[in-house]
């Protein structure tokens, strides 16, 4: 029976692969960590030829435990660390140099230049990004200028671009497609979120040669076919999308105002506007969450910089927990944090706050507190910087949000969930199968070859483990989210001032 689906879900620490079948069981799961490369202060690198051989290490791995063969996997779908970049030879499928990720910050100087040329409002516009060294744009820029005859050789044609995703499509065809997705594409500061296309002036403004730009395909649908002596057949390549954007599919978010976020050591909210790319004034991102067919969903999005992070903190820092699990049962020894507030701005603060200076702080201390408040009140700091990230998505949005799904590894302590449902006065809910992300991936795959007709089909195979409802009164949210944005008041401008 050739049903299964195999997501393939390149993270930025390890290579993952997962067959499910058409109803989201998990029937194998393989993963495998590579090297993380820093050659400078702030400057991240990958291997693309370690992280291919590990994908596909992963895929063989995943194959062979189930004992499925190529005709048995209906669809790939592929999911990936977004914004990463790669150059390759056209010829020979060899990179360049080392892939530039989304971490690295050699071109933050460039970009401090572009904005003080002015040049931050147009690109905002039509990409939906800020300027920053996050997105790719910059990053592919610094290898044609920085790898010896890189850029002549681009202008000839000799090189190609590609996001992660693009690499991994490259290579399993065997060197035949040349592709990317609009979830990954409008990643890139060099597409145009509303003619999807890439765009001639951002090109033109980065110096980035349109011979090396990837074709951009719908989500789900068929990009090609893998190389028969991989797997020893060939199977479809039908379902491409970056990581949280698979998974706000995989969570079946696919309606205008449907939301979810991720608690992992960031943390990731992403709202589903529909057709409609709503431009932020508050620091939100503006992306693309999918392309089925002709049909665009545009998405709304923010990240937490702290946020699984602040227990990985309380574990190694500060010595209070052994483990991520053990915050949920100290946290519930106590009735409430006694009016201690944690802000873990460690690096800064993003939406909506924006200040790089804020540094973390530790407040409302007395005689009476001890570890167990410290404990619940990282927990609580987790809840509340995704409480202030969804009440600046939904002023934006206009669409008031009726429940929040949730995924990630934090989304397993149920003292932050019901904590979440009670500080948003929202119902959460957390699925059966949290493997969201590799699970969006398989099901725009099975879209893309007709597994699924469509995305209802999708819907009724959604499982729920848990919801979480709120609880606490109106007073009480509106008292302790008072004192929240005291304390978060307080670390403002700190680191700037010494
Ligand atoms: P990532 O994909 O970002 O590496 P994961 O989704 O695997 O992250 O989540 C890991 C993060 O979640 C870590 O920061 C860890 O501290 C946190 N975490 C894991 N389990 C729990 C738990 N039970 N309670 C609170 N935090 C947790």
Known sequence: MSGYLLALDQGTTSSRCIIFDRHGNILSKVQR?????????????????????????????????????????????????????????????????????????????RCEQMKAEGLEQEI?????????????????????????????????????????????????????????????????MLFNIHTMQWDEELLRLFDIPSAMMPRVLPSAGLFGYTDARLFGGEIPIAGVAGDQQA???????????????????????????????????????TTVGWQIGDR??????????????????????LGLIKNAADSERMASKVTDSAGVYLVPAFVGLGAPYWDAYARGTLQGLTRATNKYHIVRAALESMAYQTADVLAAMQTEAGT????????????????????????????LIRPACVETTAWGAATLA?????????????????????????????????????????????????????
């Open 33 to 109: 960590e590579f090297a993380q490369i820093f050659p400078q202060d702030g400057w991240v690198e990958h291997d693309a030829t370690e992280i291919w051989a590990s994908q596909m290490g992963v895929a063989v791995e995943a194959m062979l435990a189930l004992g499925a063969t190529a005709s048995d996997i209906a669809a790939i779908g592929i999911t990936n660390q977004r914004e990463t970049v790669v150059v390759w030879e056209r010829d020979t499928g060899k990179p360049i140099c080392n892939a530039i990720v989304w971490q690295c910050r050699r071109t933050a100087e």
């Open 124 to 188: 905002r516009a039509k990409t939906g990004l800020l300027l920053d060294p996050y997105f790719s744009a910059t990053k592919l820029r610094w290898i044609l200028d920085h790898v010896e005859g890189a850029r002549a050789r681009a202008e000839r044609g000799e090189l190609l671009f590609g996001t992660i995703d693009t690499w991994l499509i490259y290579r399993l065809t065997g060197g035949k497609v040349h592709a990317t997705d609009p979830s990954n594409a409008a990643r890139t």
């Open 247 to 285: 998974a706000l599919f995989g969570q079946c978010c696919f309606d205008a105002g449907d939301v979810k976020n991720t608690y992992g050591t960031g943390g990731f909210l992403l709202m589903n506007t529909g057709g409609r790319p709503i431009l932020s004034k508050q620091g939100l991102l």
């Open 296 to 317: 665009v969903s545009y998405v709304t999005e923010g990240s937490v910089f702290v946020c699984g992070a602040v227990i990985q903190w309380l574990r190694d820092g």
């Open 400 to 427: 008031p949000i009726s429940a929040l799904r949730v995924d990630g590894g934090a989304s397993a302590n149920n003292f932050l969930l019901q904590f979440q449902a009670d500080v948003l006065g929202k119902s």
């Open 446 to 498: 099975g879209l893309g070859v007709g597994v699924y007709s469509d995305v209802d089909e999708l819907r009724r195979e959604w499982r729920i483990d848990r919801r979480f409802e709120a609880e606490m009164s109106e007073d009480e949210r509106t008292r302790l989210l008072a004192g929240w944005h005291r304390a978060v008041e307080r670390t403002l401008g700190w680191g700037k001032d010494f």
